[in-house]
């Protein structure tokens, strides 16, 4: 059975809907969580639905004050054991129409803060000789996506990132592994309209969308002991929609 018990876990974008389900998966294994994101009357409403949880604002595009952040998480936490780097934003546009900073935003936050979330974390795992991190990216990742080249790349880079980083850190039982997520049920996709969901979701085989719990539980298998022999994967949450 899987537990994390006495087990170290920050879970970045916290307070999104997926951010949601992996901080109630972990405390319901009983992780030692910290939840971040920038929304700080939702980091606070989390803290009372998780009230054994710890909760630290931080903007993870702010590179030059990650390593300070990943100090104080682990003064939190008394240490740093599993990373979820759940965190990203998505800038949409037709490519012609694509604003540098619209590309530069979602380059910047969704792979180069991903990176340096993990390379400080990792800084601390060593001294262990354990660790777990989870990278989410995305479908489109992999297929790439009408309006989202931007958003495309940065996740397709994730997925690079994660297979080097994961033979680099191997040998020191430290994995690290991706989830890429396909159509999963949120608050935008509540606000979309029935016959273009109906389009989506045809393109699906189960013919239904995920949910954060789908993916929850995916990356608390992969943070798990159960997973020690899997690392520079990419397990897909996507009901068929696109198979590796």
């Not at 104080?72 to 990203?88: E, F, P, R």
């Not at 940065?154 to 592994?177: C, D, P, Q, R, V």
């Not at 994967?233 to 996507?238: D, F, I, K, Y």
Request: net charge positive; with cysteine.
């Amino acid at each position: 059975m899987i537990n994390f018990k006495n087990k170290k876990i920050l879970v970045t974008g916290a307070t999104g809907g997926i951010g949601r389900e992996i901080v109630k998966k972990f405390v319901s294994l009983e992780g030692e969580v910290l939840a971040t994101g920038t929304n700080i009357e939702k980091l606070d409403s989390l803290k009372k639905e998780f009230s054994n949880i710890k909760v630290l604002n931080f903007d993870i595009s702010n590179h030059e004050k990650i390593e300070e952040f990943i100090e104080k998480v682990v003064t939190q936490l008394s240490g740093l054991d599993i990373l979820i780097n759940n965190a990203g934003v998505n800038r949409d546009n037709l490519s012609l129409r694509m604003k540098y900073e619209e590309w530069k935003k979602v380059i910047d936050i969704n792979l180069s803060s991903t990176f340096l979330m993990s390379k400080y974390s990792i800084k601390k795992m060593l001294k262990n000789k354990y660790g777990r991190i989870v990278n989410i990216t995305s479908v489109v990742g992999h297929t790439g996506n009408l309006g989202q080249s931007n958003y495309s790349a940065s996740k397709a880079g994730i997925i690079g990132m994660t297979k080097s980083l994961a033979i680099e850190y191997a040998k020191k039982n430290i994995t690290i592994n991706c989830i890429s997520p396909g159509f999963i049920q949120s608050r935008m996709t509540d606000n979309i309209n029935e016959s273009v969901k109906a389009v989506l979701t045809s393109r699906i085989p189960m013919s239904k969308l995920g949910n954060g719990e789908d993916v929850a539980n995916s990356v608390a298998f992969l943070s798990s002991d159960q997973a020690s022999y899997i690392t520079g994967e990419t397990l897909h949450v996507n009901g068929g929609m696109y198979m590796a």
